[in-house]
């Protein structure tokens, strides 16, 4: 068996998935810090339901929105391994929701790593929390009305106002540049994990070229043009010690 | 066996002793009456021990929590009441598809909805035929007393881990919260995580491993489900637990658990000081129900008559055990109701009577 932190072989994710960048992003920072052997991972229930057929760490399922509470347990008994959960909009900014904020606010010792592609896209292209307003969806097929469905969610300045966290960054992988600075935000975060500060979240905007736009390049001009200027990128929280 | 010491103590209280000294080494808990002594008890003890305590922010959260310490290989618990363990089932019915143990108690009270906090049987349907989706069982115990209520949760402890799945102590609200002097004298147990071969806790030295309940591949699931089904007929031939109390030449015998197994057990002695030949069968695994025992009381005319604090739920038990419901009696009280010691032998002698 390989030493790495990706195992080979193919991915279920459609092409052009934002996932399949997160995945190997986040592998790369577990190799980096040489983690893979004392990593426990808590893949979701969505698009990344399947993480554990891809990860060559220790996984676990969760049931739908409660993977930082089952990252609680395993964090508090194993106090020296890394642990950190997996989770999609539906998973953590819709069922989940309870489970994030108190899971931060207690400032457990755990990383999340959130992947916001505005949209459920294992079962077909629902309105998520962090839809965009007007955005059409198989649920909001008029696109996303405040007064029917709601305002979208911006969970990393909700999780950054809560005093028991410790770093939290959004960042977008619809650049080279973007990319290369969600590489560095997760280095981060799974460091101040690993020095022991506290509670971190790195929330990665995707893209989800299946549901998200008629085209690919209608999807990530979307990123650009729309999504980021409602969810601004950038550090929200850093507190050194 | 170590020296019998003699503590006066709750329900409640024994439950969670029993668990600390099963070695259990995560509990989490959320505030519901009226099994409150149980989280307030562990909160103190598991920090005594040097374990882990979390008041989790619900009962979603908590038997969650326990799904992540159980897949670490350490011994875990959640306690809860009805409404409480309601929103438990779906954690359950992961525990129970991904094969971890864990032990779930629930300190019954009235329902449905909020109810009131009065001790109730009415979640035997609910703990006995599956609460939560999917096909799994899980060995249920029935304490009838303070020292089972230490008991079985020792053991439920063990049996979790003999089979890899929950294990819940279905008790109530009066078992949990009276005081009884009990006898301790069990040795304290340590499990060493490290050891387990399933567990997750880093893949160093091993190849990487998962826990899953999600099997897609055509036939998959229901090779698993196959799987599961072989240990739940172990389960079923292994772990039968019941007592009988003057069953032997006994027209009518009393079938009842918990808190109806001791009124009944006094009913008993007042029938037989009265001259009807009466006898109790209390079952304390309610899964596996002890179908066997129970059919091999029956003489061909004998009265069973089945008491609880709910509609009747095992009724339906009893009556497939002995396939005869002219000869199987009912008395049950319902939302917070104790069944009363002269309400059932006026039933019982009026059958008795008509035979």
């Given at each position: 068996m390989s030493d790495k932190a990706l195992k080979d072989g193919p991915m279920h994710y459609c092409p052009g998935c934002g996932h399949t960048m997160a995945h190997k992003l986040v592998c790369d920072v577990i190799d980096g810090l040489g983690v893979r052997e004392r990593t426990i991972g808590i893949a979701p229930v969505g698009c990344a339901v399947l993480a554990y057929d891809y990860w060559n760490f220790d996984v676990t399922e969760a049931p739908h929105g409660r993977c930082p509470a089952v990252a609680t347990a395993i964090k508090r008994l194993l106090p020296d391994r890394v642990v950190f959960t997996y989770q999609g909009d539906g998973d953590l900014?819709?069922?989940?929701t309870s489970e994030i904020i108190h899971t931060a606010n207690r400032g457990e010792n755990i990383t999340t790593v959130f992947v916001n592609n505005?949209?459920?896209?294992?079962?077909?292209g629902q309105l998520a929390p962090t839809t965009m307003l007007g955005q059409k969806t198989a649920t909001t097929i008029k696109g996303r009305d405040v007064r029917r469905d709601g305002y979208p969610l911006k969970i990393a300045e909700l999780i950054a106002l809560l005093p028991g966290t410790r770093y939290v960054e959004r960042v977008s992988i619809h650049t080279k540049a973007g990319v290369e600075r969600a590489a560095e935000a997760l280095r981060t975060a799974f460091k101040v994990q690993m020095d022991g500060r506290g509670f971190s979240l790195v929330e990665i905007v995707a893209v989800c070229p299946t549901y998200g736009a008629r085209s690919v390049k209608e999807a990530y001009d979307r990123v650009e043009n729309e999504i980021i200027k409602f969810y601004p990128l950038g550090i929200l929280k850093d507190e050194g010690l | 066996m170590t020296p019998a010491k003699k503590i006066l103590i709750t329900g409640n209280e024994a439950c969670g002793e029993g668990a600390v000294t099963a070695g259990c080494g995560f509990y989490a808990g959320y505030p519901i009456t009226p099994q409150n002594e149980l989280t307030a008890y562990m909160s103190k003890r598991m920090d005594e021990c040097g374990r882990v305590f979390i008041q989790s922010e619900s009962e979603l959260a908590a038997i969650n929590m326990v799904l992540g310490a159980s897949l670490t290989g350490e011994r875990a618990m959640t306690t809860s009441s009805s409404p409480g363990i309601s929103l438990m089932q779906e954690g359950i019915s992961y525990l129970a598809g991904c094969q971890l143990p864990a032990v779930i108690v629930n300190v019954m009270r009235g329902g449905p909805g909020l109810g009131n906090i009065a001790a109730s049987q009415a979640d035997y349907f609910q703990a006995t035929k599956g609460g939560g989706h999917g096909d799994y069982n899980m060995v249920i115990l029935a304490p009838a007393g303070v020292q089972e209520m230490f008991e079985c949760t020792y053991e439920a402890f063990d049996i979790a881990e003999r089979y890899r799945n929950p294990v819940m102590i279905l008790s109530d609200g009066i078992i949990g919260q009276m005081m009884e002097p009990i006898e301790v004298r069990y040795p304290q147990k340590s499990v060493d995580p490290d050891k387990s071969p399933w567990a997750l806790r880093g893949c160093k030295g091993r190849e990487s491993r998962s826990i899953r309940s999600l099997f897609l591949k055509e036939g998959a699931l229901e090779e698993w489900n196959r799987d599961l089904q072989r240990k739940f007929r172990t389960m079923e031939a292994k772990e039968v637990r019941y007592e009988t109390y003057k069953t032997g030449g006994a027209r009518l015998i009393f079938v009842a658990y918990g808190t109806s197994a001791r009124i009944c057990r006094a009913v008993v002695d007042k029938l037989r000081q009265e001259g009807v030949k009466a006898g109790l069968f209390r079952p304390v695994s309610l899964w596996p129900f002890p179908y066997k025992k129970l059919k091999g009381l029956d003489k061909g005319t004998t009265v069973f008559f089945d008491v609880e604090m709910s509609a009747g739920q095992m009724l339906y038990d009893v009556r497939l055990a002995v396939a005869d419901d002219s000869r199987v009696l009912f008395h049950g009280r319902m939302g917070g109701g104790v069944p009363e010691e002269a309400d059932i032998i006026n039933i019982a002698k009026k059958a008795v009577k008509r035979k």
């Open positions: 900014a819709a069922i989940g505005g949209v459920y896209g294992m079962t077909g | -």
